[in-house]
């Protein structure tokens, strides 16, 4: 075991969660999640603003398409602005001008995503700065320390991360026992738990008793909620859908789940149906400035040369202010989109405030569908639009995947 001389302790939780409905079928869940600054409605997407800005829109923007959760990422606003900035204008929220809630990533991602400027140690990780060079040691109390700074409404353990599909077994144990060590070391470091919400981080690979022990190890923490991480790291989909699975089937019914790093859409009505309930992604905001509208009939290149004389909205019948007319919409058109795309940076724009909406519209979907007790009609559903009704041309993953939990597409 990680820590053997470990006594359970009940740690203190600025959210309250309650559970108000399951699916009959499937695991899914809605619940309301209350935080610090205000109220957000489970499942739900998160929008990633990775240095306190979300790219292409501005906080009114982002406020506008509903959102009410977005991420801030630790280990780039301790090089920039830096501890001391933050601290002298109050944190993250000040400093962005966003008043709902704000989740912090610890810092960890970075040691896959910078691993040629990062050395683990039990200390910490050693990273050199992608700005100019300089060294930084990120431990699990100086990354609480930063994020008790920061401000934000749910905070992230320091986490060992290692991509799921290293083949080195003694190095993924390794890295999940360290989480569990370090998650010690941040609960006693965590100064602010009135008003900040510490969510532990479970590794352990695509072992799936691995990942099952990492789970009992920190279920015992008691933190307010709980991540499943070290996934959308370019595993196969069958194998993360056996890790959410497994996961969730150990975690506590009473607490919010969090799948970290994960955006497609049907990853996110899947991993629902399997029993998580939180997720962010970069991917909505990127590929929009690469041209892509996300709709749900799949994914549009507005680049292309069919849509120069188009003069339909992006997606009809979508909400987004890019595509509704009336009341405040502003009816732009595909051939608009495409006119800008890859030459005005208001063509990413655009597409980012569409691409925004489509998810958090396609999660508030999910959570009414699971209200009313009709998730797998939905599942089906969406996968016949997303595949114009063309059964071959379902992803296997996710054919199967559902199978575990009661709801066969191919019916």
């Not at 309301?32 to 109220?39: D, V, Y």
């Not at 997407?45 to 398409?65: N, Y």
């Not at 050395?119 to 431990?139: A, K």
């Not at 056996?242 to 009473?254: F, G």
Request: include cysteine; hydrophobic fraction near 40%.
């Amino acid at each position: 075991m990680a820590s053997e001389s470990f006594t359970p302790v009940s740690m203190p939780s600025a959210l309250r969660f309650d559970l108000l409905a399951r699916c009959s079928t499937t695991k899914a869940r809605a619940a309301n999640l209350t935080l610090p600054h205000g109220p957000v409605q489970l499942p739900l997407f998160m929008p990633v603003a990775t240095q306190a800005s979300l790219k292409g829109l501005t906080p009114e923007q982002l406020e506008a398409t509903g959102c009410r959760l977005c991420l801030n990422n630790t280990y780039h606003l301790g090089l920039k602005p830096g501890q001391e900035v933050l601290d002298k204008i109050g944190g993250a929220h000040k400093l962005q001008g966003w008043k709902h809630n704000i989740l912090t990533d610890s810092g960890g991602f970075q040691m896959v995503s910078l691993l040629k400027l990062a050395q683990i140690t039990e200390q910490g990780v050693r990273f050199l700065s992608p700005h100019d060079g300089t060294p930084m040691l990120l431990t699990p109390e100086h990354s609480i320390n930063l994020q008790n700074t920061i401000g934000s409404d749910i905070i992230m353990q320091l986490d060992d991360v290692l991509v799921t599909t290293s083949p080195d077994h003694a190095r993924m144990r390794e890295a999940m026992l360290r989480s569990v060590r370090w998650l010690d070391r941040c609960i006693a470091a965590h100064a602010n738990p009135t008003t900040q919400n510490l969510f532990c981080i479970i590794q352990g690979g695509l072992d799936l008793e691995m990942r099952a022990e990492c789970c009992r190890e920190m279920v015992a923490r008691d933190t307010p909620g709980i991540a499943i991480g070290g996934l959308s790291g370019g595993e196969a989909k069958a194998d993360y859908c056996r890790v959410v699975n497994t996961c969730t089937s150990l975690l506590p019914e009473m607490k919010p789940r969090y799948v970290m790093g994960i955006g497609y859409p049907e990853d996110l009505v899947v991993s629902v149906a399997l029993g998580a309930d939180m997720f962010d992604c970069v991917w909505p905001t990127r590929t929009a400035r690469f041209g892509n509208a996300i709709t749900k009939y799949g994914m549009l290149n507005m680049r292309h040369a069919k849509y120069a004389s188009d003069f339909g909205p992006v997606e009809e019948g979508c909400g987004c202010v890019c595509c509704r007319k009336g009341e405040g919409g502003l009816n732009v058109t595909r051939a608009f989109v495409h006119h800008l795309a890859a030459k005005e940076t208001v063509g990413a724009h655009l597409l980012t405030m569409h691409n925004v909406w489509y998810q958090l519209e396609l999660m508030r979907n999910v959570r009414k569908a699971i209200l009313e007790d009709r998730y797998p009609e939905f599942l089906k559903q969406f996968f016949k639009d997303l595949h114009a009704g063309d059964k071959s041309m379902y992803p296997d993953w996710a054919v199967e995947a559902l199978k575990t939990v009661g709801v066969d597409l191919m019916e």
